[in-house]
């Protein structure tokens, strides 16, 4: 009966065979656990006649050593035809390859940069919604009932409600700080906008800027030229030069356009800057005193100033960048060659 029993599990020892990992565990299972087939054996040892014993177990040692051979082959030819698939390990001793990481965004770099040039002279800050209400992003800021930028081909308004827009400019936050807190205010918001123009080299319909406002009492213009001059120094190097361009804004009064000496010729003239050696990076000027009463400040007592800086070109004159759309494509050529700005 029993040598029966060793015959047929010799057999089947023989032939087995194993072609992966779960197979080799099924082999293991049945063969060399501790619930095996074998293991079994060793257990009928109790009801093996006394004079039985020696020879019974030395048959059953033997199948034992039959399993674990078996075993050891299995495990080899599983290996080696998993190395003739995959080929051999590679040497783990080798420092690991490195992944690509990604970059910070140009955009996200120099807002970063504009932010901490303002921040260390005592700018904080501030936010506003991207969906904007008329008074935020227009009345407020003394936007007259008519003026063409209020006009739908400029603005992109929600449902066709023409008192809900996709903010045109940042200084809709202005008035935000301002209906919110008293002075002194010395703030920067940063954010896109939008504006509904075909996209080119030079526009974009979503943009980003950067404004910034002061309101104190005696706050002047020449505060405002000195701020703006340290700005642009701090951005762009200490050889930069800043012009005040008389202009119009419906919420400044006087108003200027910033101009800085182009950094592609150094002043001397280039396509960049259409022979004049300078660039516009944004507006400027004193806070109309309507829009300071329109936000329930005492415009006899403040005064300030506001700037509205295009984030875009001032990254386009930074790192020499001559088409807007690049910004957008993410075309990782583009993007690599500002790793590490930060
Ligand atoms: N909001 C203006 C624009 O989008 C830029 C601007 C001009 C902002 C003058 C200002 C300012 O704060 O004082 O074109």
């Known amino acids: 009966m029993q040598s029966q029993k060793i015959d047929q599990i010799k057999a089947e020892i023989a032939a087995?065979?194993?072609?992966?990992?779960?197979?080799?565990?099924?082999?293991?299972?049945?063969?060399?656990?501790?619930?095996?087939?074998?293991?079994?054996?060793?257990?009928?040892?109790?009801?093996?006649?006394?004079?039985?014993?020696?020879?019974?177990?030395?048959?059953?040692?033997?199948?034992?050593?039959?399993?674990?051979?078996?075993?050891?082959?299995?495990?080899?030819?599983?290996?080696?035809?998993?190395?003739?698939?995959?080929?051999?390990?590679p040497d783990l001793t080798l420092p690991p390859t490195t992944w690509p990481i990604g970059g910070i965004h140009p955009l996200t770099a120099t807002r970063q940069r504009i932010v901490e040039?303002?921040?260390?002279?005592?700018?904080?800050?501030?936010?506003?919604?991207?969906?904007?209400?008329?008074?935020?992003?227009?009345?407020?800021?003394?936007f007259p009932e008519n003026?063409?930028?209020?006009?739908?081909?400029?603005?992109?308004?929600?449902?066709?409600?023409?008192?809900?827009?996709l903010r045109t400019h940042t200084s809709s936050v202005q008035v935000r700080v301002m209906e919110n807190e008293k002075p002194p205010i010395r703030t920067l918001s940063p954010g896109r906008v939008f504006r509904n123009e075909a996209?080119?080299?030079?526009?974009?319909?979503?943009?980003?800027q950067v404004e910034g406002l002061y309101v104190d009492e005696n706050v002047s213009f020449a505060n405002l030229k000195q701020t703006l001059y340290h700005f642009a120094k701090e951005m762009f190097g200490k050889q930069t030069q800043v012009r005040f361009r008389p202009s119009f804004f419906p919420f400044t009064e006087p108003s200027a356009e910033i101009d800085i000496s182009c950094q592609l010729c150094g002043g001397k003239g280039c396509n960049i800057c259409k022979g004049t050696g300078w660039v516009e990076i944004g507006g400027s000027g004193m806070v109309d005193p309507n829009v300071l009463e329109n936000c329930g400040i005492d415009s006899e007592k403040y005064t300030g100033f506001a700037f509205g800086m295009g984030i875009e070109r001032i990254a386009m004159l930074k790192y020499q960048i001559n088409d807007l759309r690049l910004f957008t494509e993410n075309d990782i050529r583009f993007l690599q060659q500002f790793r590490g700005l930060l």
């Open 199 to 208: 996209i080119s080299a030079r526009a974009h319909c979503i943009f980003h």
């Open 147 to 165: 003026h063409p930028a209020r006009e739908m081909q400029d603005t992109f308004f929600i449902e066709k409600n023409p008192d809900i827009a």
């Open 16 to 89: 087995a065979n194993a072609k992966s990992a779960e197979e080799l565990e099924a082999y293991r299972m049945r063969f060399i656990s501790k619930k095996s087939v074998v293991a079994a054996l060793f257990a009928d040892m109790k009801s093996i006649p006394n004079e039985q014993k020696k020879e019974y177990g030395q048959q059953v040692n033997e199948v034992k050593q039959l399993a674990e051979e078996k075993f050891k082959q299995l495990i080899e030819a599983v290996n080696t035809s998993r190395q003739q698939k995959t080929g051999p390990l």
């Open 117 to 142: 040039i303002f921040e260390r002279i005592g700018f904080n800050l501030s936010e506003g919604p991207e969906i904007e209400d008329d008074w935020h992003n227009f009345t407020a800021l003394n």
